[in-house]
């Protein structure tokens, strides 16, 4: 890592936290739906109503709960499931060095403020120029999470009386979530390349390795797509 | 300890850590991000690996069911730009309304 500038600091604008709130409202209706579903799905794979809320608390990274439980769905192992899930967030690591100017105060305060970056908080935050606002990053975030913990609970106690999920056609929800998110990622032919790869990879495997194992191999996918750029 | 508890723990720990590494390592200051091809290539990997083994997997034998019919309609409104809910609550009527016929 490179240490290239000290940001000079800016007073702290409390308006910006509303208006980081106010940005996430739309999206909060998403991510509460998305949120009710991984309740739901969560204590369908096994997960107690209080584990599935707690993984929102402290993953806060819907994506790789998704891919935890269908991990632990299909029989995986926790070491399989972990695996699959840290790959799926380890864009958190560029997205938190493009951010951190924008955190002060002491270690505790940053480490706090770093857990509330997700895609969309993130997004919201961006001021353009590679400058971030953390009240922006705050106000969408806090927004953003309560709704994720608060769905999740929702979705959990759903679980315990809808029963099985294939009745409703809910096995295709995981797939179909999967295929929103792909989606805007297919920007260019060496992302498409590496999809494609990866889903050949882990349908050869599937028959020949244990569950999970197919997810993680096919993050090789990934280095091949980038080498192509 | 269960599976899904040892999980909720594994994943949790390791996520604040990696959420946190930059902001703690850099302390307010710029940090060059550099190159990020593979990085920006797993998202599109894992997810592509999720929806195929989600679909066409069970019990590691690969079959071709109503799950299928769902993928269809959840690949045909991205394309379209549907909203979220949307395809989402398509997928799930489309996969159940098959399951059922079949």
Redesign the interface.
């Known amino acids: 890592?490179?240490?290239?500038?000290?940001?000079p600091s800016r007073p702290r604008d409390v308006s910006e936290y509303w208006n980081g709130a106010r940005l996430a409202l739309p999206i909060a209706?998403?991510i509460g739906?998305i949120g009710t579903?991984f309740g739901y799905m969560a204590t369908t794979?096994?997960?107690?109503p209080l584990?599935a809320i707690?993984?929102s608390?402290?993953?806060?990274?819907g994506?790789?709960q998704?891919?935890?439980i269908?991990v632990?769905a299909?029989g995986g192992?926790?070491y399989t499931?972990?695996g699959?899930?840290?790959?799926?967030?380890?864009?958190?690591?560029?997205m938190?060095?493009?951010?951190?100017?924008a955190?002060?105060g002491s270690?505790w305060k940053?480490?706090l403020?770093?857990?509330l970056?997700v895609d969309e908080a993130w997004g919201i935050a961006y001021l353009g120029e590679?400058r971030f606002s953390k009240e922006r990053l705050a106000g969408s975030g806090l927004v953003l999470y309560v709704t994720h913990i608060c769905s999740t609970g929702l979705g959990a106690v759903l679980g315990k009386t809808l029963g099985n999920p294939?009745?409703?056609?809910?096995?295709?929800?995981?797939?179909?979530?999967?295929?929103?998110?792909?989606?805007p990622?297919?920007r260019n032919a060496?992302?498409?390349v590496?999809?494609?790869?990866?889903?050949t990879?882990?349908?050869t495997l599937?028959?020949v390795t244990s569950?999970g194992i197919?997810?993680l191999a096919?993050?090789v996918?990934?280095?091949v797509?980038?080498?192509r750029? | 300890m269960s599976r899904g508890w040892g999980t909720v723990i594994l994943l949790g720990v390791l996520t604040i850590l990696l959420k946190g590494a930059a902001p703690i390592l850099a302390g307010g200051r710029q940090i060059h991000v550099g190159p990020t091809a593979v990085l920006s290539h797993l998202a599109p990997a894992l997810f592509a690996a999720l929806i195929v083994t989600q679909v066409f997997a069970r019990d590691r034998v690969l079959v071709v069911d109503a799950r299928a019919a769902g993928l269809i309609v959840a690949l045909l409104g991205s394309w379209r730009r549907a909203p979220p809910l949307a395809i989402l609550v398509s997928a799930v009527a489309v996969t159940a309304a098959f399951r059922h016929l079949s």
Request: hydrophobic share 65%.
């Open positions: 890592m490179q240490l290239l500038h000290q940001q209706a998403v739906a579903l794979a096994g997960l107690t584990a707690v993984m608390g402290t993953t806060f990274a994506s790789a998704f891919a935890a269908t632990l299909s192992s926790v499931a972990v699959s899930s840290l790959l799926m967030n380890a864009r958190f690591v560029p938190g060095m493009a951010i951190s100017p955190f002060r270690i940053r480490l403020f770093a857990q970056v590679g294939a009745e409703w056609g809910l096995d295709a929800a995981f797939p179909a979530l999967f295929v929103i998110l792909l989606w990622h297919l060496s992302r498409i590496a999809a494609l790869l990866a889903a990879i882990a349908l599937t028959p569950p197919p997810i096919a993050a996918a990934a280095f797509g980038g080498q750029l």
